[in-house]
């Protein structure tokens, strides 16, 4: 079993910028699709962004324009570039590996708390 831990979180003010990353506790050899998922207080996860095998990319509406995903290609692991952030991008941020559409693996998630 494949763990996975988020880091880059923290405090951030608006319009200020972070870089969270992912790590895994083994090797991950091939992979359907890997992104960011966000929850934030009384809300359901939702989408933040994913790049599959081919790297086609999708980002949520809000994100689109202040985010970016990447990938390191040696570790099969996403990054996410996030400025211009908003006090609504306040969540806890969860990295996301999908071996397959329907066998994956979830972090524990990152805070990212956004306020001035």
């Known amino acids: 079993q494949v763990q996975l831990v988020e880091s880059g979180g923290g405090l951030v003010q608006p319009g200020g910028s972070l870089r969270l990353s992912c790590a895994a506790s083994?090797?991950?050899?091939?992979?359907?699709?890997m992104g960011w998922y966000r929850q934030a207080p009384g809300k359901q996860r939702e989408l933040v962004a994913t790049?599959?095998?081919?790297?086609?990319?999708n980002y949520a509406d809000s994100v689109k324009g202040r985010f970016t995903i990447s990938r390191n290609n040696a570790k099969n692991m996403p990054y996410l570039q996030m400025n211009s952030l908003k006090l609504e991008d306040t969540a806890v941020y969860y990295c996301?590996?999908?071996?397959?559409?329907?066998?994956?693996?979830w972090g524990q998630g990152t805070q990212v708390t956004v306020s001035s």
């Open positions: 996301n590996i999908q071996l397959s559409a329907t066998r994956g693996y």
């Open positions: 083994g090797s991950i050899f091939s992979f359907y699709a």
């Open positions: 790049v599959k095998s081919d790297g086609s990319t």
